[in-house]
């Protein structure tokens, strides 16, 4: 997906050298394996036949990582694909050679090879994880797991926790995921939508629950491109988190908006009746369609539970002088009916027609994919500040690596802090953030199709 240049390469040899004389030496050879490789799943009704994948373990999801907070995570990634992969913790502050971007971070994994991860989880919350190679089609094929990190008080009480990984497929009338990954008109518009949801795998996820228990549901958008916009039916709720990080003051639940690889976490008490169901309900253009049921059986005391206490903020940074800090314009461009004429790529002044035929789309600042230098080279600890103006017609995610950052709004208040952010058709919106963990670091549309034509840049810290 990367060039790889002469920077990039003096790095992956850096960080195969700090590999080869890790002091973990026992611990790296005993370590779980994560063996990407093609499987099937039951995606669609009995009727059908089951869907061919492409998964972490062969399975849909891959499996669910729980640690605690504060512990290493050892896994030796091995990939069985036909093509070259890696792993992306998205959401973990994490050691930035452990990121997993090939002509980045590391070189790819090609097939029948392997690479260690080995790195700690600083924050408690909900994260996960993906390839960061030909994205786009990896993760439409399957490919995506939950990492949970686990309070150290234990978190809240609840008498169930759920991770929903909530996904859209394209499948063809036999079930099978359908092909023309990455096609140009995917790439210009909203990309890859599918028309098939599931969650955890599953067309019919139900998980019956009893009348006023305390559930939490950690909701994952692990979809290409698709927004989902929720609501929670037969429960009394809050938002205690949005992508990982904990929210101050936790928000009584109404219609939610996820977007490509956020997080959401829930505290629900169900109030639906025994005998009545529960649900998740997921709006699409003709309607809502229930994407997740909760059959109520019995019940798990009486009352209903007073409003829960905020979880345990993270050792985020808190944010410099937002007077002071240093700040950018980034002006997306492009797509379809946005007008662009062309764009730099790789260098060069490049018409729409010969930008669309290498598969590009997009532009950042004036330029289409990744540049050689970085948006901005931050200083170690340096409040930045991002302002993402979006003149295009379409909505974008955007994802930035390694850190968390707030939005701050035009009255110079902050939103809570977050991984990725949906900038929507012909909005702006500021994030800052404490550029405090060394390393280049991308920040891309999450809208996969988009990544890849063109939506990426980075940053340095240094
Ligand atoms: Cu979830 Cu650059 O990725
Ligand atoms: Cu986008």
Redesign the pocket.
Known sequence: MLRLTRRHFAQTLLGTAATLSCPHGTLANTAPLLVARPGTARLAPEAYPETEIWGYGGTLPGPLLRVNQGARVTQRFVNELPQASSV?W??IRIDNAMDG?PGMTQEAVLPGQDFLYDFEVPDAGTY?Y?P?NR?YEQMARGMYGALIVEERDGGPEVTDDEVLLLDDWRLTPEAQIADGFGNMHDRAHAGRIGNWITINGRGDWTRPVARHARLRLRLVNTANARVFVLEARGFNGWVVALDGMPLETPQPLSRLTLAP?QRVDLLVDVTAETGEEAMLVSFERDGGYAIASFPVRGRDGTTTRPAPAALPSNPVPALGDLAQARRIDLVMEGGAMGGLNGAMMNGQMTGIRDMAAAGNAWAFNGMTGMGDAPLIEAGRGETIRIRMVNETAWGHGM?L?GHHFRQVFEDGTTGPLRD?LLVNRSETAEIAFVADNPGDW?L?C?MLEH?AAGMMTWLRVT
């Open positions: 992306h998205h959401g971007v996960w993906h960061h994205t690889a994802h690596h990725t991308l891309h999450h990544a």
